[in-house]
């Protein structure tokens, strides 16, 4: 299940133990099945390190269940944990707490407290497995904590507005986490990380949240992973970050006024590599983000493509494909030192006499078009017009207003594989 | 059977009918005889419902055809046709003209008087001038009707179809029908006209037997005649 | 009425011009198909084509059509048939046959390419259906163009300024007053403007369907309420009835008055 080759997870020992079952610590381990008559603060605080608590079926209604030792918390089939009054469900302060197979619900919205399902404060080599947690104010919080597990879990709740609902996931001051393989929707944001460092976010599914399928704040050094962002009120934001890596991703349905794919602001550094971005209003919104690889990424049917705005320098743009989008590239600013090559543009109508797959003309992605818009947004509804095509010609054989430095040199033939 | 009471007929500002009354009462063939814009096409497309009358009214068996359509079933009508849809065939046309009306038909008869058999299956933008002018007066005289009216039938005939033409027109004129043809060629008239109806400048200028004009007007024949109506008119300056 | 309708389309299926149309556009389609394997790019290709063409065929068309027809419409005002009638089978005929011209020759390689089993089947349908739409609108306005026109040269003559100032001029217009009065709240005005251009209208609605992203990323509240909604679809495609409904309509007044 784990990834070996992962540079995040070093401590050699805690593999072993947690993946293997063996361990010195774990010999005299007990493991108890508990029913919904008991009451789990007496049990949770009578429990040796180490050991296993089993919920059996049934409805635990209980709130701030403090977990301070490691322990092992499973729940058997449709054992599900009640918010008493909605406050909290489990808090845990140790290191090498295991939560696994349980469904909590019934945290409630607060304005003073942010509320969650299972909070950890400050623990290491924690494991959140296979839980559903539905209608809950947060799903999971982490605060101060490092080297956890959060898999295949299902957080799902009913946000209408963002100042009333929480985050799925909710990491702040962390590293060395990994997320994998979750569904999360129905929150503010999917996933949220502010302060968080070195850490693998992969193969999860985020949608249906109002505010961004993830978030990153002041985070750097992560890798987000073939993930699937969909029909949120946007994909993702990358925020003032620094070192990200975002590969294989999905980015769909994001629609809306100001609605984005991605957003990158203020970060720099990063690779976007092998995602799809499909049917956005903008595929990426870039504000004054610099030393960025764009590469063989496929945009289809955006809106935008890309719009930069702020200064946006040293960025590498190759090898993509644009299908389709009503606008390729837009950027209110001045670029520079910015190099665009060997993309695919669906709509470079050049020719390849030379067959050597390239085109023999250059591609100029921003358009007249594109200008007015920003002068008049109402003119969209002029798009595809035949007057706009002349109009659009007749800038690109003499360009006046739009930028003379910004083309590909090298387009090619055909859609990048 | 038709009349016309005080009609008038203006184009923008040309006044082609000045208040036209005639009651075509008579059966048999009436020629109606006029130079050119006098306004003998118009009155008969008047009465045809093809030209919105400026004033006045006309009747049909004493009803008003104003606005009106059925009554054009006991009508049959040639009028100076080119071109019909290109892409149907003769048999088609038949076909939608008897579509369009019902009542006996008698195609088969014209088939055989012009000799049209073998182009019957053919698309009528590969006939010739003639043969679609032998169409059109087959598509219009196909119907058995009281009233025919024909606007030039001879023009584009060849001397043979045309004395069938003749022929066939002065056997219906027997068969106490009304018939009202416009034309240029006065032999045609002389030969086969009971009546003349003599249009100018938008005007009854005549009406009544061959025989009669020719004495009003003491010449021998239609042609000279005529050519005196006009002469005489212009040379008094009523023409204006 | 249905008789003359049919005949007329009977003729009007064999006629060279509307073999040659269908033919161009079978010809254009599996170029495309070939071309591109993006059936969305293949429809966005056609949309763009048609919205030009198809206004200016129907246009052309339908003046051409009414002059070559004129003599046969005087066969037939002498037949007992109304005007209304012969003037709404000729008519239906002749835009019956542009229709199915297009719908054979778009359709027909798109179908077999399986434009049925994909999620872009809807935008084909919207493609398809502006381009027979604007055919029918524009050849109803050719044949008032020719109704009013007894001077064949002069028809031709409207009818391509006609097409000229829909398909451009207006959206020239248009953009240059959008600029002029950029400082104002110019939403409604927008929609307004694009009611009066039944170009605009098709192209608009095709918009909703290719470049919906764009259309909601850019602008305020108004756009959204109205493109955002199935609501939004149906104004516009209630307008585009109208667009045939009302030229329709004024073609048989004017054929109720004339004098043929």
Not at chain 1, 9 to 16: C, D, G, R, S, T
Not at chain 1, 29 to 50: G, K
Not at chain 1, 293 to 321: H, P, V
Not at chain 3, 26 to 47: P, R, Y
């Amino acid at each position: 299940m784990i990834n070996n080759s992962n540079p995040y997870f070093k401590p050699i020992q805690w593999i072993l133990i947690y993946w293997f079952g063996v361990g010195p610590i774990h010999l005299h381990a007990r493991v108890t099945l508990l029913n919904a008559e008991q009451d789990l603060h007496q049990i949770v605080e009578s429990a040796q390190p180490y050991d296993s608590l089993i919920l059996s079926q049934g409805i635990y209604t209980f709130e701030n269940i403090l977990i301070d030792k490691p322990l092992t918390l499973m729940g058997q089939e449709g054992a599900l944990l009640k918010s008493l009054n909605g406050d909290e469900i489990l808090l845990v302060t140790a290191d090498s707490v295991t939560i696994q197979g349980l469904t909590f619900t019934g945290v409630k919205t607060s304005y003073i407290k942010e509320r969650s399902a299972i909070r950890i404060d400050k623990g290491k080599y924690f494991e959140i497995k296979d839980n559903v947690i539905t209608n809950c104010f947060f799903g999971i919080y982490l605060e101060h904590v490092s080297h956890g597990v959060i898999y295949n879990n299902r957080i799902s709740g009913q946000a209408t507005t963002e100042a009333g609902s929480g985050n799925a996931i909710h990491a702040w001051y962390c590293s060395n986490i990994q997320i994998k393989g979750n569904e999360l929707k129905g929150h503010r944001d999917g996933i949220y990380f502010e302060f968080v460092d070195k850490s693998l976010i992969e193969e999860n599914l985020s949608f249906n949240n109002i505010r961004y399928g993830l978030h990153f704040m002041f985070s750097n050094d992560d890798i987000y992973r073939k993930n699937t962002f969909r029909d949120n009120g946007s994909g993702v934001a990358v925020m003032f970050s620094k070192e990200i890596k975002m590969i294989e991703n999905t980015f769909s349905h994001n629609w809306g006024g100001a609605s984005y794919g991605l957003l990158l602001k203020e970060i720099n550094d990063a690779s976007i590599i092998n995602n799809q971005f499909n049917q956005n209003t903008i595929g990426i919104f870039v504000e004054g983000s610099n030393r960025i690889t764009y590469s063989n990424n496929s945009f289809r049917r955006n809106g935008w493509a890309i719009k930069f705005s702020g200064g946006c320098s040293a960025n590498e743009i190759t090898n993509n494909n644009f299908l389709n989008n009503s606008l390729d590239l837009v950027v209110g600013t001045k670029l520079s030192d910015n190099e665009i090559h060997h993309n695919y543009w669906s709509e470079y109508t050049g020719y390849d006499l030379d067959k050597n797959n390239i085109g023999d003309v250059p591609h100029y992605p921003v358009k007249l078009f594109s200008y007015i818009l920003n002068q008049v947004p109402e003119a969209i509804v002029l798009m595809r017009s035949f007057f706009v095509y002349i109009v659009n010609f007749s800038e690109k054989v003499s360009p006046v207003f739009t930028p003379k430095e910004v083309f590909d040199p090298t387009p090619l033939m055909h859609e990048v594989q | 059977m038709i009349r016309f009471l005080n009609l008038e007929k203006r184009f923008g500002r040309n006044k082609v009918l000045k208040g036209i009354d005639l009651d075509l009462s008579q059966m048999g063939i009436t020629a109606v005889l006029g130079p050119n814009g006098s306004g003998k096409t118009t009155l008969l497309k008047c009465f045809l419902g093809m030209v919105i009358p400026t004033n006045g009214s006309i009747q049909f068996k004493n009803e008003s055809i104003l606005g009106r359509h059925l009554y054009r079933s006991e009508i049959s009508h040639v009028s100076q046709i080119v071109y019909f849809p290109e892409n149907l065939t003769p048999n088609e046309l038949i076909k939608m003209a008897k579509d369009l009306r019902p009542g006996t038909t008698r195609e088969k008869h014209f088939i055989e008087l012009f000799e049209l058999s073998s182009e019957m299956h053919k698309k009528m933008s590969t006939l010739s001038g003639g043969t679609r002018q032998k169409i059109n007066l087959l598509l219009g005289l196909m119907h058995d009707n009281k009233v025919i009216i024909l606007d030039e039938p001879s023009s584009g005939l060849d001397p043979v179809s045309f004395l069938n033409l003749k022929s066939f027109l002065k056997k219906e004129g027997k068969k106490n029908k009304q018939i009202l043809i416009t034309t240029h060629t006065m032999s045609f008239v002389e030969e086969i006209a009971d009546h003349i109806v003599f249009l100018l400048n938008g005007q009854i200028y005549f009406q009544g037997k061959l025989n009669d004009l020719l004495s009003q007007e003491n010449r021998k024949d239609l042609e000279s005649a005529i050519a005196n109506i006009i002469q005489q008119k212009k040379s008094t300056g009523l023409d204006a | 009425m249905l008789k003359i309708f049919k005949y007329t389309v009977y003729d009007l299926i064999r006629n060279r011009w509307l073999i040659f149309y269908t033919g161009f556009f079978l010809l254009l389609t599996i170029a495309l198909i070939f071309l591109s394997n993006d059936v969305s790019k293949v429809l966005i290709s056609l949309s763009n084509i048609t919205l030009m063409l198809t206004p200016l065929v129907g246009i052309l068309y339908g003046v051409m059509y009414y002059y070559n027809s004129e003599d046969y419409i005087r066969f037939l005002l002498s037949q007992p048939i109304s005007r209304t009638s012969i003037f709404s089978g000729i008519f239906g005929g002749m835009a019956t046959s542009l229709s199915l011209s297009l719908i054979v020759g778009l359709g027909t390689p798109l179908l077999i390419r399986g434009v049925l089993f994909v999620p872009e089947f809807i935008t084909f349908i919207i493609v398809l259906g502006m381009a027979v739409l604007l055919s029918i609108i524009f050849s109803s306005l050719a044949f008032i163009i020719a109704l009013y026109n007894s001077n064949r040269i002069k028809g031709f003559g409207v009818a391509i300024f006609t097409w000229l100032f829909f398909a451009v001029i207006y959206d020239g217009l248009f953009l240059l007053l959008l600029l002029i009065f950029k400082d104002y709240p110019l939403e409604n005005i927008t929609l307004g403007l694009t009611m009066f251009n039944p170009i605009d209208l098709a192209r608009i609605l095709t918009l909703m369907n290719l470049d919906i992203s764009a259309i909601m990323g850019y602008t305020g509240a108004v756009f959204k309420n109205f493109f955002g909604n199935p609501l939004g679809m149906m104004i516009i495609l209630i307008l585009l009835i109208c667009w045939i409904v009302l030229p329709f309509y004024w073609m048989l007044r004017k054929v109720n008055r004339k004098d043929f």
